[in-house]
């Protein structure tokens, strides 16, 4: 079987070459730097030859509304593609919860992103997963100025990126699963307490504040980002990932 990584040089995208290809997966990884452009086609079709399961991983350039028409134009050209090239089974990576967050631009492209992969020409399956434990501190810099970082209280369930590859490992290498597969980590916190833990971790002295409309997350209902029953868990939980992972430079 022969797998291609479309996203492939990116955060999650690099860690899932690794992983297919340590287990003996014939694996190709494509993306801008590759010569792959998804927004024209170009390179399409000699990314996918022979090509039996896709995994998509790329982000939009923005989290503003221009990230709808970004996944319009990028999902519809690999699905065409795709469909092509015969490839058997198409993996997408999303998030948990998006279709609960009418209200944040960047969900409602990922939704219309599942839409068209789950509707397409090509047997899919979509792994949404939780927040990032990785991107826990970026959150906190959105919203950070001086010795005060405003956070709201939406509960959040950071997963380690290590925990979503393993995810999608297993589902690229197995039959579509004609839906969506849930991925978080082990712990739930509110968005102000997990800033708490961080910055003690860290031995920052700065200080969390609530602010329910801070940042991203401000406009996040209390729950909607907290995985449903039937989630795959993750192994690793946030406490563990701060003691041996290096602060952000």
Not at 29 to 39: A, K, V, Y
Not at 42 to 55: C, I, K, T
Not at 131 to 141: A, G, R, T
Not at 219 to 243: C, F, H, K, M, Q
Request: hydrophobic share 45%; proline share 7%; glycine share 10%.
């Amino acid at each position: 079987m022969k797998t291609a990584v479309i996203g492939g040089t990116g955060f999650v995208g690099t860690r899932l070459v690794e992983r297919l290809r340590a287990t003996g997966q014939e694996t190709t990884s494509h993306g801008r730097s590759t010569g792959l452009d998804l927004l024209t086609g170009a390179g399409l079709p000699d990314a996918l030859r022979s090509v039996d399961v896709v995994v998509l991983t790329i982000d939009a350039p923005s989290f503003d509304a221009a990230a709808s028409p970004f996944f319009r134009s990028t999902t519809l050209n690999l699905l065409a593609a795709a469909g092509t090239a015969g490839v058997g089974h198409i993996v997408l990576l999303s998030i948990v919860g998006i279709d609960r967050v009418p209200d944040v631009a960047y969900y409602t492209a990922k939704v219309l992103q599942e839409d068209l992969v789950r509707s397409g020409p090509v047997p899919s399956s979509v792994v949404r997963a939780t927040q990032f434990m990785e991107f826990v501190e970026p959150i906190m810099s959105w919203t950070s100025e001086d010795d005060i970082v405003r956070l709201p209280t939406t509960r959040l369930q950071p997963i380690a990126v290590d925990d979503v590859v393993g995810t999608l490992a297993d589902v690229a290498t197995g039959a579509p699963a004609d839906g969506i597969v849930n991925a978080a980590g082990p712990d739930v916190f509110p968005l102000d307490e997990l800033g708490r833990i961080t910055l003690r971790a860290r031995g920052d002295r700065r200080t969390v504040v609530v602010d329910e409309s801070a940042g991203l997350f401000g406009a996040v209902p209390e729950d909607a980002l907290v995985a449903p029953p039937g989630a795959r868990i993750g192994s690793v939980n946030y406490s563990d990932w701060l003691t041996c992972r290096p602060p952000l430079s």
